[in-house]
């Protein structure tokens, strides 16, 4: 297919190169009607890359628990390396989700709750939605957004940082924008007793059914979400929840490794996220990061 007009008709084979890094044989291709050239490559997830033999394992090591210096640490290569590869994990990772969305069967019954995070300093907190479904406990979709401090740091954050608009309610239509391909007109959807969520998914799911249940937040331990004897009816959530915490080092509590950037946690929670789904169906082999096309 040509990158640039998308046809499969025009495009002709055109010989092959032999790549440096790896002497593998490369297919060349031409498109007739752009006149450009390109190679299967162009569309591979190591495109452009030299340190190509570590990508699995890269996929692997930062989905569980281990924060970026350390697994730049552990494959013998610089940070910068590292950052790159969450960058590009984190775009395949989310068009990956994008397309398992629109190409799934639609699903009946969805969770959705926010985690909080913070950027650098709990003064420049984070709001993260995230949609899981509660038959497999896959991960539909994520989103993120800043939020205004809470309690004793909201005075701080005001002078250290200013008015930080929320972008909560953003994020949260986003992330049910991306439910409506996915999520069957007259599903059950759970959340806690938050009471924006009520209008927030009548807009958007009018004939939806919507129930919600007491949240505890606040637990600072490492199971904070899963810290409980009741029953809990949103138990799918939490405990995903509980994984994206214990398998995300930047999301862990108390944790060194905290985010610097919005846009990088937002790859980062895309990559955990496309993970998890590949985990929930692993069949003995382990998780292996490629582009979805099914
Ligand atoms: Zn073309």
Redesign the pocket.
Known sequence: M??????DE??IKRGFYRRPSDQKKVQRYR??????SFSEQTFAIDYRQQKRWFNQSCFLTLCSGVSQRRTAYIFHVVPRTIARRVKKFGEICEENLAKYRKKREKVNEVQLDELESFIHTKLKPVTIPIAVEKKTRKVLAVSIGNIGAKGYLKKISLQKYGRRPSERMSALKGLVRDLQTCVAAKARIGSDKCPIYPKLIRESFPDASHYTCKGSRGAIVGLGELKKTVFDPIFTLNHTYAMFRDNLKTLSRRTWATAKRKDRLLHLLNIYAWFHNLWLDRNRAKPRLEIFDA
């Open positions: 040509c990158p640039k007009c998308k046809s025009s495009v498109c007739k009607s752009c006149k450009i």
